[in-house]
T-cell receptor
Framework: EAQVTQNPRYLITVTGKKLTVTCSQN?????MSWYRQDPGLGLRQIYY???????DKGDVPEGYKVSRKEKRNFPLILESPSPNQTSLYFC???FGLGFGYTFGSGTRLTVV | GENVEQHPSTLSVQEGDSAVIKCTYS??????FPWYKQELGKGPQLIID?????GEKKDQRIAVTLNKTAKHFSLHITETQPEDSAVYFC??????????FGGGTRLMVKP
């Protein structure tokens, strides 16, 4: 089944403790992206990647890192999480910018 | 990215009625306009999209219309059913840029 898989689905952590949210797609998509979803703010892009070893900042990149060492994987790294990063995170992939995205099921992160 | 305004933010309709959600954008070079449906506890799912070279596209009970002159596009759902209840997001792709999403519309279909 064609899908984007995120892990974990739920995560509670403490301020300052490094964490990684994994994202993997099995559709051979070139383009991958991370979004955060907050009430009243819709979907805001954090980082995106056009291909392996090519990443760029979205609208809200502060406090996040990403890497794209393989085509199928695009992990999101929070080096020192803070409470304002408590949010619902989605990974998405597509064949390219002008095509529809396939979203993962989301990761609900709480930073206390 | 370039903003896209989405209205209304909430919409309540009676089962069987039609629902219309409208989005406006500012970049005249935008050329791709998808709509996503997000059910509770799930990620957004693409339900229909339209490119700038057509004015309307239909898929069963859903349709999207695009008015490039006025820079707005709309989602139309006819004969609504309770399972249509969800949050709907419009998006557009400005020239040389990534998809930008609207703020979302919570649609409630009352049985």
């Amino acid at each position: 089944e064609a899908q984007v898989t995120q892990n974990p689905r739920y995560l509670i952590t403490v301020t300052g403790k490094k964490l990684t949210v994994t994202c993997s797609q099995n559709m051979n998509h070139e383009y991958m992206s991370w979004y955060r979803q907050d009430p009243g703010l819709g979907l805001r892009q954090i980082y995106y990647s056009m291909n392996v070893e090519v990443t760029d900042k979205g609208d809200v990149p502060e406090g996040y890192k990403v890497s794209r060492k393989e085509k199928r994987n695009f992990p999101l790294i929070l080096e020192s999480p803070s409470p304002n990063q408590t949010s619902l995170y989605f990974c998405a992939s597509s064949f390219g910018l002008g095509f529809g995205y396939t979203f993962g099921s989301g990761t609900r992160l709480t930073v206390v | 990215g370039e903003n896209v305004e989405q209205h209304p933010s909430t919409l309540s309709v009676q089962e069987g009625d039609s629902a219309v959600i409208k989005c406006t954008y500012s970049d005249s070079a935008s050329n791709y306009f998808p709509w996503y449906k997000q059910e509770l506890g799930k990620g957004p799912q693409l339900i229909i999209d339209i490119r700038s070279n057509v004015g309307e596209k239909k898929d069963q009970r859903i349709a999207v219309t695009l008015n490039k002159t006025a820079k707005h596009f709309s989602l139309h759902i006819t004969e609504t059913q309770p399972e249509d209840s969800a949050v709907y997001f419009c998006a557009h792709k400005p020239a040389g840029n990534m998809l930008t999403f609207g703020g979302g519309t919570r649609l409630m279909v009352k049985p």
